[in-house]
Nanobody
Framework: QAQAVESGGGLVQAGGSLRLSCAVS????????MAWYRQARGKQRELVAA????????RYANSVKGRFTISRDNAKNTVYLQMNSLKPEDTGVYYC?????????????WGKGTQVTVSS
């Protein structure tokens, strides 16, 4: 069964940067569009960024557009999220999973995610 393991979160000051990584197991990774999601305390989970199988197409939430960049390395079965100009409202747990809006592949079970905390 495929799994996704997130890493790279931490505590940063407003205006700082973080780079998140998501290592995915399973043989079909290169055929699956992927995404990053986040969930702030007390709020619903939301899509942050998505990337197509070849990385030719990306999609971002309006709140992070121009600040975050999603990428993938199919040879390494890894998805990345470069986060710049971080704001306190970016605080939350970040998860990777399939891009559920564009694929009929079953989603992965939600992992533990990686915590991002942005101080003001």
């Amino acid at each position: 069964q495929a799994q996704a393991v997130e890493s790279g979160g931490g505590l940063v000051q407003a205006g700082g940067s973080l780079r998140l990584s998501c290592a995915v197991s399973g043989s079909a990774f290169s055929q699956i569009p992927m995404a990053w999601y986040r969930q702030a305390r007390g709020k619903q989970r939301e899509l942050v960024a998505a990337v197509s199988t070849s990385a030719a197409t990306t999609r971002y939430a309006n709140s992070v557009k121009g600040r975050f960049t999603i990428s993938r390395d199919n040879a390494k079965n890894t998805v990345y999220l470069q986060m710049n100009s971080l704001k306190p409202e970016d605080t939350g747990v970040y998860y990777c999973n399939t891009d559920m809006a564009t694929t009929r592949y079953d989603m992965y079970a939600w992992g533990k995610g990686t915590q991002v905390t942005v101080s003001s």
